[in-house]
């Protein structure tokens, strides 16, 4: 009988003294002459998956064992290769000459070589298994070949188009296509167009290519939405009866004017100890079962992704903004749960209902912040003032409480564009966090907490929001930074929240805070779905979930889903052995589709901005230096956003040193400096749209004289008055 791979591989580690031939390891163990070609087939898929590798004389081994490392690479603008080391270690650099016919994403195999300064380097041997991407790009024509030039810059080589593979497109328009062969690296990559999306220039092309570069969902399946048309039907009173009901208590919901889906609402209530806080969530996983069309359509997007001018929903419309949504003086279903606090702001205790409410009010952020201001605001706003006042003073204790804990408030800037009905855009910003912001955070943060808490307790598998301690590495980087920028941070194998708040605290009105701020985010990990609860780092909570964004979250509704299950605080013994496999599962894919919703909504920004400020070359704006290099500096512009480059080539009064130890570029003869945090004024130069860069030029003012240049110039004087 053939032997299973996990028998094989355990065999190998644990008793063969050497590699070995296939005939010499079948012989070993035992297979018989019927079954050897299963068997083989069965080495032959752990050679292809990465877990064995075949060496010279056709001699078979365990990779771990080989000095050899199996991972996915990841490769740089520049052309380096980077491999995750699964032993924890650095990433294994691959020099440009050794990346072979391995592009970015895919799953290689390593053969380790030396060292480029501290860093271990290897060669790529074999191509494990490549990453399934759409490469979006301009279809080229040349004389005798066709060939597309990759929108993405980690995509290093163009590929070549056979004449039978063009698909019909016309140079110049940007397409869809796949590789198909790639073996050689002396020569290009090989592939077809699959799909055209039209000329850049075309509105909606923007976007569209940003979808297909990341694979983004863009319509449902018939039988999803079917399914969604079937389930969208609020139930009978007495399907509901167990549920508390909540349709007279004054809540209501604060979302983005033009929101169109409110998976949450709030209430408070004043207490003879303190307040009652009530986080009422719209109950998904009421409509959306497990195991269904919807659920594995929402599980494979694993969240909505929210581009410029449009939303990208996990769930159908008929779901998201309708069922579930708790519109105003409609009666929806909920969980919710109530939070008491004392009356200086601590958490006391809460408890989990399944309700029925109905929305008192739909609240917009800027006219609670108008009504907190004293402005004059609609009727349905007042109707509501009571208990927003009250709000207002529970969100405050909770501000203040979690600050003094240590807990980060990384409060950077979140992009603002005004699109046309073509999609271009009309104004670009930056969205200003009121305080009517921070109060539904804070309500939403202790929620999170209280339901983590609450299984927890009932030590039960469980799905958490996690943020691992940052890696002493990249704060000793940080913090080399802040000394050259005459800050002092100090680093110790140990650190807590409360001294990176405390340092955030004591440069939050300099001029480099915002670009410190985000230095110092980059600096840390980012937090991940997990079943280990670890805590989180960044808002120093020892336990922290997702529960409040079911609509457009999928681990949120897993979470509404367990805590369901959780009979007098056991899960059903049918489900119990099943739902580690289901967290880990989940928490794997929905922390990578996260990932890469934010990067492609990132993407989206920069491309509207560049587009924005394409109409504005020879325009002169105001801007702060956002970084420093050897051959430049980035200015951000002023309440626009958007990011662009000055070149030391550009400035033509004075030959420039990068000044490292310092993070600035110093004038050799002027004494000019450029440093992060520094305002400047610029001029649009020119605009890349193809890759997404805005060049500026600056606009000098007469340098100062230094000291030295001016002694200089009086030695000189007085020299001519003595001839």
Not at 89 to 116: E, H, N, Y
Not at 308 to 322: K, Q
Not at 438 to 464: D, S, W
Request: aromatic share 6%; net charge positive.
């Amino acid at each position: 009988m053939p032997l299973t791979k996990e028998k094989i591989v355990d065999f190998i580690r644990e008793k063969a003294a050497h590699p070995m031939k296939m005939k010499e390891l079948a012989l070993s163990l035992g297979i018989t002459s019927k079954d050897y070609a299963p068997f083989r087939n069965v080495v032959k898929e752990l050679i292809s998956s990465g877990e064995l590798v075949k060496l010279k004389r056709g001699r078979i081994g365990l990779v771990s064992e080989m000095d050899v490392l199996v991972g996915k690479v990841t490769v740089t603008r520049g052309g380096t290769g980077f491999v995750e080391n699964t032993t924890g270690d650095q990433d294994i650099m691959i020099l440009p000459a050794a990346l072979g016919t391995a592009l970015d994403g895919d799953k290689v195999m390593v053969r380790m070589g030396g060292f480029s300064g501290p860093r271990k380097t290897g060669t790529i041997i074999k191509i494990v298994e490549r990453a399934k991407r759409n490469i979006v790009g301009v279809f080229k024509i040349a004389r005798s070949f066709a060939s597309v030039s990759a929108d993405n810059p980690r995509i290093h080589r163009d590929i070549y188009i056979p004449a039978s593979a063009t698909g019909g497109a016309k140079d110049g328009e940007k397409v869809v296509a796949v590789l198909t062969a790639w073996d050689d690296p002396n020569l290009n990559p090989e592939g077809k167009v699959v799909e055209i999306l039209g000329l850049p220039s075309q509105p909606g092309v923007d976007m569209l290519t940003i979808i297909k570069s990341y694979s983004l969902p863009e319509r449902f399946p018939a039988e999803v939405l079917d399914e969604a048309e079937q389930v969208a039907v609020m139930p009978e009173p007495h399907e509901i009866e167990d549920r508390l009901d909540l349709t007279d208590e004054c809540l209501y919901t604060i979302d983005p004017a033009d929101a169109k889906d409110h998976d949450d609402a709030v209430s408070v209530k004043k207490t003879s100890s303190g307040y009652e806080l009530g986080v009422h969530i719209a109950d998904v996983s009421f409509f959306v079962k497990e195991g269904s069309e919807l659920d594995r359509e929402a599980l494979v997007r694993g969240n909505s992704v929210y581009l410029p001018g449009m939303v990208l929903p996990m769930l159908p419309e008929i779901l998201s903004n309708d069922i579930c949504s708790l519109k105003v003086n409609r009666r929806r279903l909920a969980h919710t749960v109530f939070i008491d606090f004392d009356k200086h702001g601590k958490m006391v205790k809460w408890r989990l209902a399944d309700t029925v409410v109905k929305s008192k009010a739909k609240l917009a952020y800027e006219e609670v912040q108008d009504f907190f201001d004293g402005k004059d605001v609609p009727a349905r706003v007042q109707r509501v003032g009571d208990n927003l006042i009250l709000a207002r003073k529970l969100a405050r204790l909770l501000v203040a409480r979690r600050s003094a804990e240590g807990s980060l408030d990384f409060d950077l800037p979140e992009a603002k564009i005004i699109l046309n009905k073509q999609g271009e855009v009309l104004e670009l910003g930056h969205r200003i966090r009121l305080e009517s912001h921070r109060l539904v955070e804070e309500f939403m943060l202790a929620a999170n907490r209280a339901v983590a808490l609450e299984v927890f307790r009932q030590g039960q598998p469980f799905i958490y929001r996690v943020h691992d301690r940052p890696d002493t590495e990249k704060l000793e980087a940080f913090s080399q930074l802040m000394a050259r920028l005459g800050y002092k941070f100090p680093v110790s194998p140990q650190m807590k929240p409360i001294q990176f708040a405390r340092f955030l605290d004591k440069i939050k009105d300099d001029t480099e805070s915002e670009f410190i701020n985000e230095l110092m985010l980059r600096s840390m990990k980012k937090a991940v779905y997990q079943r280990q609860n670890i805590g989180h780092f960044g808002l120093a909570f020892s336990h922290y979930t997702h529960f409040t964004s079911p609509i457009r979250r999928y681990p949120d509704m897993l979470v509404h889903r367990l805590l369901r299950l959780l009979v007098n605080g056991h899960y059903p013994v049918n489900l119990a052995k099943n739902i580690r496999g289901i967290i880990d599962h989940v928490s794997t894919h929905c922390s990578e589709t996260e990932k890469i919703a934010e990067t492609a909504e990132r993407q989206a920004v920069k491309v509207k901005q560049v587009a924005f400020m394409a109409r504005h070359v020879g325009d002169e704006f105001s801007g702060v230096i956002s970084g420093v290099t050897g051959f430049g500096f980035f200015v951000r512009l002023d309440n626009l956003g958007a990011e662009g480059l000055i070149r030391i080539s550009g400035i033509d009064d004075d030959y420039y040193n990068f000044d490292e130890k310092h993070y600035r570029l110093v004038g050799r003869r002027s004494g000019r400096i450029f440093r992060l945090g520094d305002k400047v004024r610029v001029i649009i130069l020119a605009v890349d749209k193809v890759n997404n860069e805005i060049n500026l030029l600056p606009v000098l003012k007469p340098a100062k004289k230094t000291k030295k240049a001016k002694d200089k110039k009086n030695t000189h004087r007085q020299r001519k008055r003595r001839r």
